[in-house]
């Protein structure tokens, strides 16, 4: 039988930025690199304006990895997903309250362990699952599963080859009602430690009324294809916005922008960090053996990384997070840092994808694995490990609000 599809509910943009989106990049020659002017027309500062703490129920770990965000019905709602329990936590901002719904283990109904959420409408989310079978399923906010489909097209390359669907912390799930495609992370069985890792397509267009993947598309940057390892898999973060897509990935400055409608590239432009060295340091070669977790460890905890690319559509500015190069990786004892401790920065860039400021952020305050964008400003979590004022019992969240300064920062 043919799936009933959800409504058609866009998840994306404002009216007003269809213009930009159709038209911004259309004189480019694709595939060539522009890099952004020096100076802004503005510049811009990121400052706390307000705190939200919700209550959670007991033995609840109230930030988890699979979040996601949306306004239903212009209230302001969040879901995420707890490993601990098998359940969705319903987090709502203008009341200060919470649900959890506990989802099925085992038998008639059952889901798996979860990996992947986005809020659809009032009564319904996608979800996708770690386990077997490429399973994305569409729950009702009961945990019900209200449709399924198995993602099980093989990547065109390397006879038909198989591959996992992945949802990390940066990349941010997204179905497009008007293509009827649902973006995932394909993470190909083949080792990450070989080149040929880095000539697969990351990104799939799944067509979730054909029953079948559309566009196999965006492949990692020529550089990440030499002979310089950078190990680090598929964490990249996407934004959507009408006929463009834009693309970020942890070693690279540019954005890349790709045509929604054909999926190829347009244009990249660079949009480097001031905190960044020129060029961002590989943890090895190819064909070195890179399996030392020392090695590992001092790589991710002192190399620089782009991670999660936002856009916030009621002052039409993109985010981006950048985790600051570190000098050390152990502290006085010799024990390995971790990450709540280590820097972090956001830069703030235009409609032109223009830097016009980046703003450090305090230390030891952030939980980075859930952040998000509303009508106020941007919201993170504040339940990070090293925080001393957050307890257990509770979410935390704090508004950074948008400043305009005079010039660029």
Same mark, same amino acid.
């Given at each position: 039988?043919?799936?009933?599809? =959800? /409504? ?7 009216? &007003? $930025?269809?213009?930009?989106? &159709?038209?911004? $990049? ?10 952004? =002017? ?70 008639? @109904? ?90 697969? =397509?990351?990104?799939? &267009? ?14 990692? =940057?020529? $550089? ?10 598929? +964490? ?9 897509? $834009? ?39 190819? @064909? ?62 235009? +409609? ?30 504040? /339940?990070?490990?090293? /925080? ?22």
């Amino acid at each position: 039988m043919k799936p009933k599809l =959800p /409504n058609k509910q866009l998840t994306t943009g404002l009216v &007003a $930025f269809v213009c930009f989106t &159709a038209c911004q $990049f259309a004189g480019e020659k694709k595939g060539t690199v522009t890099h952004a =002017p020096a100076q802004a027309d503005m510049g811009y500062n990121l400052t706390p304006a307000d705190t939200l703490k919700i209550a959670v129920k007991p033995n609840t770990k109230p930030v988890n990895k699979a979040n996601s965000f949306k306004r239903l019905n212009d209230r302001p709602v969040l879901v995420d997903y707890n490993t601990y329990n098998h359940s969705l936590n319903f987090y709502f901002l203008d009341s200060a309250t919470s649900k959890q719904t506990n989802l099925i283990k085992e038998g008639p @109904g059952a889901i798996e362990e979860i990996s992947g959420l986005l809020l659809h409408n009032t009564d319904s989310i996608f979800a996708t699952v770690v386990c077997c079978e490429n399973k994305l399923y569409l729950l009702d906010f009961s945990g019900n599963i209200r449709q399924q489909w198995y993602v099980n097209d093989k990547l065109p390359a390397y006879n038909e080859l198989e591959y996992d669907l992945i949802k990390h912390a940066i990349f941010t799930l997204d179905y497009d009602a008007t293509r009827k495609h649902f973006t995932l992370v394909a993470d190909p069985y083949v080792s990450p430690e070989k080149r040929a890792y880095y000539n697969l =397509p990351l990104l799939l &267009a799944y067509n979730i009324e054909k029953n079948k993947v559309d566009y196999n598309y965006v492949y990692y =940057p020529e $550089f990440y294809r030499q002979k310089d390892n950078y190990f680090i898999n598929d +964490k990249i973060a996407r934004v959507r916005l009408g006929d463009q897509e $834009f693309i970020s990935f942890p070693a690279d400055h540019s954005l890349h922008v790709y045509d929604a409608n054909t999926k190829e590239k347009i244009v990249k432009i660079k949009a480097a960090s001031k905190f960044m060295p020129q060029s961002i340091r590989a943890i090895g070669q190819f @064909g070195k053996n890179l399996q030392n977790m020392e090695l590992q460890t001092a790589y991710y905890l002192t190399g620089g990384r782009y991670l999660n690319f936002m856009y916030d559509p009621y002052r039409e500015i993109f985010y981006r997070l950048v985790k600051i190069p570190a000098t050390n990786w152990q502290d006085s004892d010799g024990n390995p840092l971790d990450f709540n401790s280590l820097e972090y920065s956001i830069m703030v860039l235009n +409609k032109k994808l223009q830097v016009t400021s980046e703003i450090n952020l305090p230390v030891n305050i952030y939980d980075f694995n859930m952040m998000f964008v509303d009508t106020a400003g941007l919201w993170i979590s504040t /339940n990070n490990p090293n /925080n001393t004022t957050v307890t257990e019992d509770s979410l935390q969240l704090q508004l950074l609000s948008l400043t305009i300064t005079d010039g660029r920062e």
